[in-house]
């Protein structure tokens, strides 16, 4: 059984493919592996009407899909339920189609040419709110993350006289994760646990009042946090 590490069972997925034979595989995959795949669906419009009913905790995502976009798909489900994590599995490595999936709220970015074990590994990854993206992407997006961060946008209102502060401790896992390390390089590189990582990012995301680590990491690096 593949626990979330909640304590609160297998972690759910749904996957979203329009090649039933891809869609079926990768189910049946999952599912020998310990995850609990609640639902599938073969277009986007059945994708987002289903993910809505089933609540998985993981979303892995074509995003050349009939009926709706992939990238339309994740953007609304992201903004119904901000704690979907979603792990696009797709056949193109177009820069361009990587750069639209992170925007849309896309945890990671893996290519079709993964191995099994790969995959298996991905979703785990990502259920837990880690970075995956294919060997050769995961810089690519890090430079979109700073190109976005230079860019004049309004800023979480966190400067104002009794904004919250974080700890010494939580900017420094804000700092780990603005240089692109995944939770795991992070808790190696501080000497504390996969967990106590996470709850650091999920007490810096409440008390910025941010919702997923694309805006964490853009946060961080507005703040020059990944220079330091």
């Excluded at 892995?60 to 704690?83: R, S």
């Excluded at 099994?116 to 997006?141: C, H, I, K, M, S």
């Excluded at 990491?217 to 507005?222: C, H, M, N, T």
């Amino acid at each position: 059984m593949t626990d979330t590490g909640t304590g609160q069972g297998p972690i759910k997925v749904m996957v979203v493919d329009d090649h039933p034979m891809w869609r079926d595989a990768v189910a049946r995959d999952l599912g020998a592996s310990g995850f609990d795949v609640v639902a599938t669906a073969g277009d986007g419009e059945q994708a987002v009407r289903r993910a809505k009913a089933a609540a998985p905790d993981v979303l892995v995502l074509d995003l050349n899909l009939p009926a709706k976009p992939g990238v339309q798909v994740c953007k609304e489900l992201v903004a119904a339920n901000p704690a979907l994590r979603v792990l696009v599995l797709s056949a193109s490595g177009e820069h361009a189609d990587v750069l639209e999936a992170v925007k849309s709220g896309a945890t990671g970015y893996l290519l079709k040419s993964a191995s099994t074990e790969e995959l298996l590994d991905a979703v785990r990854r990502t259920a837990v709110g880690d970075p995956v993206f294919t060997p050769g992407l995961a810089g690519l997006v890090l430079g979109e993350y700073r190109r976005l961060a230079a860019e004049p946008t309004p800023a979480p209102d966190t400067g104002q006289p009794g904004a919250p502060q974080l700890t010494d401790r939580e900017t420094e896992v804000l700092r780990l994760v603005a240089k692109g390390l995944s939770y795991k390089q992070i808790a190696e590189r501080l000497v504390i646990s996969h967990r106590t990582v996470q709850n650091h990012v999920q007490n810096t995301l409440g008390k910025l009042q941010l919702h997923n680590r694309v805006e964490l990491v853009r946060y961080a690096i507005e703040r020059g946090l990944d220079d330091e």
